[in-house]
């Protein structure tokens, strides 16, 4: 959203996920190598950042990136440039980076695993989203939006979830964010049965040491507030 809104809309937008692959292969991915840089490259490659060139970059997962290349993405930041594995030449680069980590960045620099020069060169703009559980406010559109889009995947029947459901939905912790509940919106569409849904989260609240949910008020209901307007 970030870039469709953006001046670079018109270019590429490209999104790496940092945990996906190794170190060796995750620095070819982001920049490309020439034929013959490594065994198996039978032929040159246009890195992420060169094609992503006047765009957008996403880096995901970015705590996860491995320390020599964090060296190399501070090159890139500082410097607008990069050469290509197995190459000496330098390659004019210009793209806007957007990175996200659910890892603590702060205490990882602390620990020596993530560098402090880049972290700040990344800082621009941070905007720190809570986890799930701390916006139960959104829980309930959040299960409606995922009933309907996963309806109309799997041609299935619409479900309406029911006071109980949206009940035990807000009590659970939700370690998984809105991943796990996408997931279980899923399952919901699949099976048509939300009992099994309500059996599945007793049983993640007692693995998880969980106490055990607040009675479901009398009387349940849920309005969902307007929607966010962007400057």
């Known amino acids: 959203e970030l870039h469709r809104r953006s001046q670079r809309r018109a270019k590429p937008y490209v999104k790496v996920n940092c945990a996906a692959l190794p170190a060796d292969l995750l620095e070819s991915e982001l920049f490309g190598h020439e034929r013959g840089a490594f065994t198996g490259a039978g032929a040159t490659r246009v890195g992420r950042f060169e094609f992503a060139q006047n765009g957008t970059v996403m880096l ?21 440039s990069f050469t ?48 799930l559980r701390e916006r139960q406010e ?8 995922f009933l309907s889009k996963y309806a109309k995947v799997y041609r299935r029947p619409a479900i309406r979830p ?52 607040a009675a479901e008020p009398a009387a349940a209901s849920f309005q969902a507030p307007p929607p966010a307007v962007l400057p």
């Open 60 to 80: 995901d997962e970015i705590g996860e990136m491995p320390a020599a290349l964090q060296a190399k993405l501070l090159h890139v930041l500082q410097d607008r």
């Open 84 to 131: 290509r594995l197995g190459s000496n030449r330098v390659i004019d680069v210009d793209v806007r980076i957007i990175s996200a980590t659910n890892r603590d960045l702060e205490a990882m620099m602390r620990a020596g695993t993530f560098r402090e020069d880049l972290y700040y060169r990344l800082q621009v703009i941070e905007l720190r989203i809570p986890p």
């Open 138 to 145: 959104e829980i309930a559109p959040l299960v409606e939006f």
């Open 162 to 213: 029911s006071p109980t459901l949206l009940h035990a939905l807000r009590q659970y912790s939700w370690p998984g964010n809105i991943r796990e509940l996408e997931n279980m919106m899923k399952r919901l569409v699949v099976l048509q049965e939300e009992q099994l849904i309500l059996s599945e989260l007793d049983r993640l609240r007692v693995s998880s040491n969980e106490p055990r949910p």
